[in-house]
């Protein structure tokens, strides 16, 4: 189509185009000057193209429009003080979990959303996305607060779309559904083989179906508003690929290499991800794994270790090498159900503690318009009323084995909702007769020897809690005795 | 001191308290009263300084996520299947923005993964010539129904206009050199886009705005997607769904049903724009898949093997010319050039142009007499070519001689934006021909049922989407 002479046409109008219209000067000092000028006239150019309220004294402040920054390097905790704060503190434990329960919850959590993606045919950039998902999130909300459950979830279907392979909810639903008995198997002592696992069948649409949806679709928008849309991760699969290749070790020892992307997938469950740069991981996975393979190797550490060329330090390689040591040092899976049960525990003293506040205040708003009259008052009753339902459903645990635990939680909560308002003179009583048998079993006593009568609001919240807290120990007793059988 | 830069303030001033504190806790004689009495004031202020430094880093904490509250919504500037799109002003800088609001409700499968996608392609396209995502904002509803649900809110920099209004609109007169520039910033926006492996999938002159300062930008990437290129054509590629890109602007192969098209249906879609940019409106309307097959057919000529080798592996190519009234008619010829050529050759030096109908326009002075626009229309031809293979890539058509000659394109269409005084929404109110384009065809109108409609607008109101 085109002649000769259109593409000589065509490149000598783009040469013209290209021309820069100043001279250059012959001297050789004066090309000096020009490339002042040239780099005047660019600095120039440039404050133009600034903005212009942002002015030296903005430093520090906050960016008039903020950014959205989807580089997962503004998510390493380490950087400001609050963010270290929050990592060493998780806000979890304000809400009264242990520090050990706290790392449980995480790795089960993280164990989970690995074994999902398995289940959902993700490729294993999902699955590491999912779980840094989770654990950013935790490191921002309590694991009380928000239902670990819904969480995982939602972070399988989130990283799903993340990665370009959606998920529909309903697969989610189904594979955690199936991942849940399958841990209860486990935990009942049942090998996992073809044999045990026959009788799981894919839940049905119900409204546990319903409700677990929407949990995790809710789930999954607070992740998003929580983490500001900054979702999308690097992941240091490919660069340990690259380090290799430049180490050499690519073709001669694939092992290694083998052995350093494994530790990097198993590292997604502590918070090396949170703390280090996916480049920093990289170097100590490859490290870790050139010195634990088996046959071991030397990289080069004259004149310096191999991992500074890639901008590591040795400090931080040797303190995520430790981490991932002692990753391997756990020997049991976190125990589901008991982690439940505590969690509920905490949940249940938490809301008994609002519904006292409310009460508290629904109390005062009385007194001030009756003052003096006691039967109005409706702490002491809300108080008291509280501790049967705790128990009962103790015992329903118990006949149920957790089968239906979140079905279960959820009729506990509304249960114990409805009766909150109540006020139920002869029931209080015997209550309070209950409480006289068990009281010489309680350690906790002491403080009751006071007037019993006149409970203050405050008091009789404490024990309420201290109440339902052996009431949940014993629980647990009875589990690690004989743990609970599945019903299949 | 307010005049230095930060930085160095920072460093000097905690060096000097420290030395004062440590001055004061020691109770020095040496130092006397005088020193002390001296830097007083200056001791207190440095201590203020600290403490301002230490609240400002207390508040920058991340995540950044701002509440919807910073901006004030002024007026409602779309409306579609994707959501609603509003005019807002920032309240602490007065910056104007688009606030295009992520549907929620009906959402079946949770969060769209097209918001997602959205969120995550614009924040890696940073050019001139794409819409600028400045943040993601979240509001939280007080509606009791949808109680503790955030809707988000992509907050985008504020266009003055769209193409679809600017061609609408006959009192807009646009010279050769307007179109010539808007071409090329249309073109190098798409290559920056195929660059970063990203397929637009809606291009349509409703989806391209025009700043006030007459730079052309790309929107509405909520179609969009990542694409893998075809390295090694022997391995099968993941299918994407052939249900994209408004009827009107869709190409052959998407029409035939492919599923394994590549980055040409959008330049299918910018040779459409750029034809319309003479037309002054969509060139080819069809309410139907067929109809519009047969559309294409009578401009571009009939689709057979001779101009498109690969047509009859088309997965529709079959059901679609066995049909007994057949959209794939052969024996038509190509008649674009012709159709076209007096609108384009009118654009020359004698004033009266189809883009200057009124005749008032400055005719181009600079133009030789005997003008004859041909680069353009081979260009033109080149996109609309029948047979994706034979369409240029984005990076081709960029560096197409005709934007190398004269009249070169300019840097933006800024003296084009300053004739115009007000904002696009007046140009597509009640405009017939832009209004009621939907995303999709199957939640598209009938052309012309969407006449009606719009015809029965009020003025005051729009209804055409700009995003």
Known sequence: MTTIQEMRKLVEAKVQTMIRPNPKPKEQNGTVETKKEEEEKFESTYKQMENPLITPSSFGKRPLYS????????????????????????????????????????????????QGAILLKLPQTAAATGQILFQRYFYQKSFVRYHFEHAVQACLLLASKIEEEPRRPRDVYNVFHRLERLHRLQQSGHEINKETTRGLAPPKIDVNYINTKQHMINSERRILATLGFVVHVKHPHRLIVAYGHTLGINESRPDILQKAWNYMNDGLRTDIFMRYKP?????????????????????????????EAFDTSDRDVEAIAHQLVALYVRRRFPNWPRIKAELDSLRSAKNAEKAAIKAKEVAEKLEKMAPGDEKTDPSSGNASRKESPVRKSGEKDRRILGDRDKKDKDRRRKR?????????RRDRDRDRGDRGDRGDRNDRRKDDKKDRRKRSRSRSRDRKDKNRNRDVGKRYRRESISPPRSRR | MSSQPYPAALHQSSTQSRTLISQNGQNTPTGGGTPNSGTGAPELDVRQQLLNYQKMFDQAAYPFINDASAYEKLSKI??????????????????????????MANEKEGFPITALREVKMLEQLKHPNIIDLIEVCSAKSSAPATKDRTTFYLVFSFCEHDLAGLLSNPKVRMSLLHIKTMIKHLITGLNKL????????????????????GVLKLADFGLARPFVQRENSNVPRA???????????????????DRSYGTKIDVWGAGCIMAEMWTRQPIMQGDTEQRQLQLISALCGSINQEVWPNCVKMPLWNAMSSDTNTPLPQGKKRVLRSKLRHLMRLDGPDGRSQSDPYGKGKPNEHLPADFKDDDAMNLLESLLAIDPDKRPTADEAEDDIWFYKEPLPKANVQDLMDTIPTSQFEYTVGKGAHAGRGRHHNNQPRPNQAQRQSNAIPAGQYRDTIF
């Open chain 1, 67 to 114: 950014k959205v920054d989807i580089n997962c390097d503004k998510w390493l905790m380490t950087l400001d003080e609050e963010s270290r704060l929050k990592i060493d503190n998780p806000p979890s434990l304000a809400d009264g979990l242990s520090k050990e329960l706290e790392a449980e919850i995480r790795y089960l959590g993280c164990e989970l959303i690995q």
């Open chain 1, 416 to 424: 114990s909702n409805e009766r909150d308002g109540k006020l139920d």
């Open chain 2, 239 to 257: 299918l994407y769904t052939n249900r994209v890109v408004t009827l009107w602007y869709r190409p052959p192969e998407l029409l035939l049903g």
């Open chain 2, 194 to 213: 195929h660059r970063s492996k990203i397929l637009h999938r809606d291009m349509k002159a409703a989806n391209v705005l025009i700043s006030r300062e």
């Open chain 1, 279 to 307: 480049e920093t991981i990289a170097c100590a996975c490859i490290f870790l794994a050139a010195r634990t393979v088996e046959d071991p190797i030397a990289l080069p550490s004259t004149p310096f270790h191999w991992f």
């Open chain 2, 78 to 103: 779309g409306q579609g299947t994707f959501g609603e799109v509003f005019k807002a002003r920032c309240k602490s800088t007065g910056r104007m923005v688009a606030l295009k609001k992520i549907l």
